[in-house]
């Protein structure tokens, strides 16, 4: 056989992606990103990881100097993280071997964690959680072991804070270590121009695939069960999509900071275009997105995330992808409940139960909504019942798919979950749920979903009391709390 | 003069060997069973080695990796505590890992119509709180004799802490001509849904392991002595005949082998056979469960890496207008395009082309080569994007999709392997370790055993509590 070439750009890159996918294996979301805060590979869980992980990257950057192998720790949204439980652990990473350890590393290796969240029922972010700005944790191979301790000792601070810190930084060094390895073996090219290749062939190829949607412009607003206003003028044309929030107003309980709608909009794009490309800096340069700060797409400082970040996400994405299928009839969506139906049971001791509801997802011109699925969301939790029954005073009655609750039509939607819960010591019950009271509309002739609901059986009583859109209630021994995430709206005229 | 014999069934292929009593082997043989089905190619070995006693026949088998990753079992009925029906199939992972509008669900090897709820309750304390009544049962059977259901699955709540209600619900189903399966003897697991997929596979295996196993009594024929003990190989227990009964541990079968055969703790072992690659990682922890496609399951067995890269991993078209490797597996029905029957290329389409297949006896006879013309087009259509740019040849192709292969190996290799020293084996492994050894400089790649014997030799070998 004749001596082989160099390999071919194309082939190259579709080799780095797979590259990416052992070396993210690990962690729910990461990102490498570049000096000039390019993301060169990013893994996702969620919508906000999209825009928030090239967002913290970036702050940072701006603030800190990061040199290879110093780590820096945050999990403040108004520093480009997502919500107050994901921490984000960045590490600088020289890969083309250079070691000049007072000059920044070439790259920042990004990682996010997940805690269990705990809900407050608050008008501020201070209230939601502990916030970390960005702080370095290790510096020349020096652990800051102290400020660590100091961290963990803060009452709101997860209770597994320190070995998780610890756990992901062992990590994350085991996996720089192999990417050198591997870049060494398979003789991997992180030089600039190589980059600049990287994400032109990327954006060239996403550009493509989004020009085989319509285009066109649409201009759509939504008011929010709490009365404030969601604007968006989108507009897809010459391989571009820009998003434009103005006279979107501020909202009561949703805040999503500047990350987490880039995210939303890039997300729900993604998902239309069902592209397999990884998502680098290629697909970024395709997106323009303005979002008036201080609205609800653009929180300010200090209001409080977490129900933005979470239901507040899903329910943009949504509402883009009701704009997009007004310029592309080929694309048409029915609504979805965007609530995740968080939920809090704390008992004595700190003991606290937090639990979601997935809803139903809604249908498409595509074809029926899957049952019990966000879909925007990727890890789903594998909880088990006996597990839970074991660690908290409780008993799971049921946790069934919720029958009829996905809208009627050609195709149906997804139906939503149903969850009943008795508690066997008194304890306190927080709840959330977004847009309770507008029912997920279906779409061409197809019917509306049941929404989101949350009762109280009280022990004892056969009657149960339906509870409003978010609160507070002290449950005692023998009540039960059921719940009801809501369905996915139907599309096309039933028969 | 009395023998023991080594089976390894694969998807495709199966390999046999034998040792007397006395310690003499006998060489092995490995065939293509599409073209030999087991029995005949047991009498044939047989047969040709003049085997007239065999004392015990040890077998391991892929084949319910096969049956699970392909769902070709028996679609078992499932009992568990009312109010969660939907609970098995409700966290099913989603087989995309990126958003999309159409996401899908992974299949499980259930039905829906097949799941039951019974009316019981028994605490986290494994305390009663809702006795199970007579009633239930036996509505319950007609309902599974309405849907033609012979197998059943038992997956009460809290069921290892007080078996009393599946033990009840055991006793009734049995008298009554059901075979069950109940989950409270799946008891090293606090977890309800590792414990019922547990449960639910050996349900859904049992039938073609049955199969399996007649056709292996079939292969052995009338021989003389006493009749043979036909032990199946498990990635927990020692190998028994019960195993037959609960067929699931087998996907370990050949992975405890080798874990149990290697001199050193401290070696990492890369198996590199014709139809699967894995990785047994140096020190190697018990694993209690199983990653599933479609969640987690209750199976202890040595800690084992599946790999990414199979020899019948498909290529695709990379979002980049090249063809790549993809995570999926073709497997060997239809199998890989130089065999004549596939339509798709594999990895082994390119090994192939590459001219890596050509000493590999079991394969010289199924080789087609007018396919290999078939083959490059198929690759260069994938390539039509990229090459309009580039000037490459179809050769560059396959060398540049091995390389990918390759690196990808070393890659979950490097991260998995935990050691420094790697041995290899396998039917493959003469051909890929030396072009795999250079990808990982910094461990020492050496042969697992200079002769390379395959797993038939090693079952034969092994030592059976």
Redesign the interface.
């Known amino acids: 056989m004749a001596k082989s070439k160099a390999m071919n750009s194309a082939f190259y890159f579709a080799q780095l992606k797979s590259y990416f996918n052992f070396w993210f294996e690990p962690f729910q979301a990461a990102a490498l990103m570049t000096q000039e805060n390019q993301p060169v590979h990013i893994k996702y869980q969620n919508l906000p990881d999209i825009g928030t992980l090239p967002g913290v990257a970036e702050v940072v950057s701006r603030y800190l100097q990061v040199g290879e192998g110093d780590v820096v720790l945050t999990n403040d949204p108004y520093s480009g993280g997502s919500t107050l439980t994901a921490l984000n652990l960045l590490m600088g990473v020289n890969l083309e071997g250079k070691t000049n350890a007072k000059s920044p590393a070439e790259f920042t290796f990004c990682v996010r964690v997940n805690m269990k969240p705990h809900l407050h029922m608050t008008d501020t972010i201070e209230d939601e959680g502990v916030r970390i700005p960005p702080t370095p944790i290790r510096q020349g191979g020096k652990f800051n072991t102290e400020l660590l301790k100091i961290i963990s000792e803060h009452p709101h601070c997860p209770k597994n804070f320190l070995t998780t810190v610890e756990a992901v930084v062992a990590a994350m060094d085991r996996k720089v270590e192999q990417i050198k390895r591997d870049t060494q073996a398979a003789h991997l090219d992180w030089s600039k121009p190589r980059l600049k290749e990287l994400f032109a062939e990327t954006c060239k190829h996403f550009t493509h695939q989004l020009e085989h949607l319509a285009s066109g412009e649409v201009e759509k607003e939504m008011t929010l069960e709490s009365g404030e206003k969601l604007k968006l003028l989108l507009t897809l044309e010459e391989g571009k999509a820009k998003f434009d929030f103005t006279g979107s107003g501020p909202s009561a309980h949703l805040h999503l900071t500047y990350g987490a709608t880039l995210g939303a909009c890039i997300g729900a794009m993604v998902s239309v275009i069902n592209t397999n490309l990884p998502l680098n800096a290629g697909i970024f340069e395709v997106f323009e997105v303005r979002a008036p700060q201080g609205s609800l797409v653009n929180a300010k400082y200090p209001a409080p995330v977490y129900q933005g970040l979470t239901d507040g996400a899903g329910l943009l994405a949504n509402f883009i992808l009701q704009c997009l299928g007004e310029i592309d009839l080929q694309h048409r969506f029915a609504h979805a409940g965007p609530s995740l139906c968080s939920f809090d049971l704390e008992f004595s001791n700190n003991l606290h139960f937090f639990d979601t509801l997935e809803p139903g997802m809604a249908a498409s011109s595509f074809g029926r909504g899957v049952d019990a699925l966000n879909p925007w969301q990727r890890s789903h939790l594998e909880p088990s019942i006996e597990e839970i029954e074991r660690r908290y005073p409780l008993t799971v009655m049921s946790c069934s798919i919720r029958q009829k609750s996905g809208g009627s039509g050609n195709f149906e939607g997804g139906n939503g979950v149903t969850k009943a819960i008795t508690v066997k010591t008194n304890c306190t019950l927080r709840w959330m749920i977004t847009q309770a009271s507008q029912k997920p509309e279906g779409e061409q002739g197809g019917k509306a979903a049941s929404c989101a609901e949350l009762y109280i059986q009280k022990a004892g009583q056969k009657e149960r009391e339906k509870m409003p859109a978010r609160g507070e209630f002290n449950m005692k021994a023998g009540d039960t709390v059921i719940m009801h995430s809501s369905g996915g709206g139907g599309y096309g005229g039933a028969a | 003069m009395s023998w023991t014999v080594g089976l390894y069934v694969g998807e495709s292929f199966a390999e046999i060997a034998a040792k007397q009593d006395e310690g003499a082997h006998l060489p092995f043989q490995r065939w293509f069973l599409p073209h030999t089905p087991l029995d005949k190619g047991i009498q044939k070995y047989l047969t040709e080695s003049g085997i007239d006693s065999v004392r015990q026949l040890r077998v391991a088998t892929r084949l319910g990796r096969q049956m699970i990753l392909r769902r070709l079992g028996q679609t078992p009925a499932l009992l568990v505590t009312?109010?969660?029906?939907?609970?098995p199939e409700?966290?099913l992972?989603?087989k995309d890992?990126?958003?999309?509008?159409?996401?899908?669900?992974a299949a499980p090897p259930l039905a829906n119509h097949l799941i039951f709820g019974l009316a019981e309750?028994i605490?986290?304390q494994g305390e009663v709180?809702k006795p199970l009544a007579d009633e239930e049962l036996e509505f319950l059977v007609a309902k599974l004799q309405m849907n033609k259901v012979d197998h059943v699955v038992l997956g009460l709540?809290?069921s290892t802490m007080n078996p009393e209600h599946e033990r009840k619900a055991e006793t009734y189903l049995r008298e009554r001509g059901f075979k069950v399966y109940p989950s409270y003897a799946v008891n090293g697991t606090?977890?309800?849904?590792p414990r019922w997929w547990h449960a639910t596979l050996n349900a859904y295996l049992e039938p073609a392991f049955k199969d399996v196993l007649k056709q292996i009594s079939r292969g052995l024929g009338e021989l003389g002595g006493e009749e043979p003990q036909v032990v199946l190989f498990r990635g927990d227990t020692a190998p028994h005949l019960d195993n037959w009964q609960a067929p699931l541990g087998s996907l370990f079968g050949a992975a405890q082998v080798f874990d149990q055969c290697r001199s050193e703790a401290s070696d990492a072992v890369l198996y590199l056979g014709l139809e699967e690659f894995f990785l047994l990682p140096a020190n190697a922890k018990s694993q209690v469960d199983w990653m599933s496609d479609f969640?987690?399951v209750y199976l202890p067995h040595p800690e084992t890496r599946e790999l990414?890269i199979q020899p019948t991993t498909l290529i695709g078209k990379?979002?980049?207008?090249?063809p790549?490797?993809t995570f999926e597996v073709g497997g060997f029905e239809p199998g890989p395009m130089c065999f004549g029957r596939g339509v798709k290329p594999l990895l082994f389409d390119i090994l192939y082309l590459?001219?890596r297949l050509q000493g590999i006896e079991a394969l010289r006879n199924h080789l087609t080569e007018r396919m290999a013309g078939r083959i490059r087009e198929t690759l260069s259509a994938y390539?039509r994007?990229?090459s309009n740019r580039?000037d490459?040849l179809s050769?560059?192709?396959c060398?540049?999709?091995e390389?990918?292969a390759l690196?990808?190996l070393?890659?979950?290799v490097?991260?998995h392997c935990q050691s420094k020293r790697l041995k290899l084996q396998g039917p493959l492994s003469p051909i890929l370790g030396p072009l795999l050894a250079?990808?990982?400089?910094?461990l020492e790649v050496t042969a697992f055993h200079a002769q390379n014997p395959p797993l038939a030799e090693f079952l034969v070998n092994s030592e059976v509590g």
């Open positions: 009312s109010g969660f029906e939907d609970w409700m966290n992972p989603i890992p990126r958003f999309t509008i159409v996401p899908k669900r309750r605490n986290a709180e709540m809290h606090g977890s309800e849904k969640g987690r990414h990379s979002s980049y207008g090249c790549n490797l590459n001219d390539a994007e990229a580039s490459f050769q560059d192709i060398r540049w999709i390389e990918t690196n990808s070393a890659c979950e490097r991260a250079p990808r990982l400089p910094e």
